[in-house]
């Protein structure tokens, strides 16, 4: 007989009547419990669209970038142009990069790197003027870039023209794979799969301004267009790398984990809540 009912024996039948209430209880709890069910749906729904907006916001992290993210106008910059390896299996083993296309670079130098070997194709006969590619070629195996590790490669150029320039890169493994680094991001596809190594040119101050900011500055100085190397006393832009695309994915993908552990927690309090009262 079920706990809380009351019974009566009329000849020798046995009738079982259910305590007033316990029905309206009953449903009391059913209605409680779809609620729970309900609320849990929903806050699962809404954490899983909240994630995948967020990771959908995020561009490849991994992938050939330009230090620093941004330069003055006018300017001659060293370029450091990071490489991480995105294969499980593979090594890369060369690093091509083409210079922007009608560039304003009066001279383009190429730092060298320990272990590596690199060749310059120019349209000039004189160093340096004229650059229209670099490519870096590992000289051993294990000068090449391992799987989960990176490597940087550096030029020396300038000046840059104000907007955005953009290199293109082609990332060759030693299993033939070969990534090409090449779309530039646009206002319609600001995240594309593959882009390239892109820098900021920012506007020079006017005369005033850099005048009083000459003693802390860290930024350029304006280089002739034509002039002998030797002559040439070049100030460099700072290598530290300004705020961009990764460091934006690092807090996307934070602010998606934050979300998510939110979620988890507010779940299981309803349903420890939902277990005591059912």
């Not at 091509?96 to 060749?119: G, I, R, S, Y």
């Not at 290598?239 to 779940?267: E, F, K, Y």
Request: proline residues 7%; aromatic residues 6%; contains cysteine.
């Amino acid at each position: 007989m079920p706990e809380g009912a009351i019974s009566e024996s009329t000849q020798g039948i046995t009738v079982v009547h259910p305590e007033p209430g316990a029905k309206a209880c009953a449903g009391k709890s059913s209605g409680r419990s779809t609620v729970n069910r309900s609320l849990y749906r929903v806050l699962a729904t809404a954490a899983v669209a909240a994630t995948a907006v967020m990771i959908s916001a995020v561009p490849a992290s991994a992938h050939v970038t330009a230090l620093p993210g941004e330069v003055t106008a006018g300017s001659f910059a060293t370029v450091t142009f990071r490489v991480p390896n995105e294969s499980d299996t593979a090594a890369t083993s060369k690093l091509v990069l083409d210079m922007p296309q009608n560039n304003t670079f009066a001279f383009t130098f190429v730092q060298p790197h320990p272990e590596w070997t690199h060749k310059v194709q120019r349209s000039s006969a004189e160093v340096g003027v004229g650059v229209q590619s670099v490519t870096w070629k590992a000289d051993s195996r294990s000068s090449r870039i391992a799987p989960g590790d990176f490597d940087e490669f550096k030029i020396l150029t300038g000046p840059f023209a104000a907007g955005q320039v953009c290199f293109k890169a082609a990332q060759h493994y030693d299993d033939g794979t070969i990534v090409k680094w090449d779309e530039v991001p646009t206002a319609a596809v600001p995240n594309p799969a593959h882009p390239a190594p892109c820098i900021r040119v920012v506007a020079a101050p006017a005369a005033g301004a850099a005048a009083a900011n000459s003693a802390d500055a860290a930024g350029s100085a304006v280089i002739p267009a034509r002039a002998d190397v030797s002559d040439t006393r070049i100030v460099l832009a700072s290598d530290a790398p300004a705020p961009n695309s990764d460091n934006r994915s690092m807090t996307m993908l934070v602010m998606a984990m934050l979300v998510m552990t939110g979620t988890g927690i507010m779940i299981g309090r309803f349903s420890r809540r939902q277990a005591r009262n059912s």
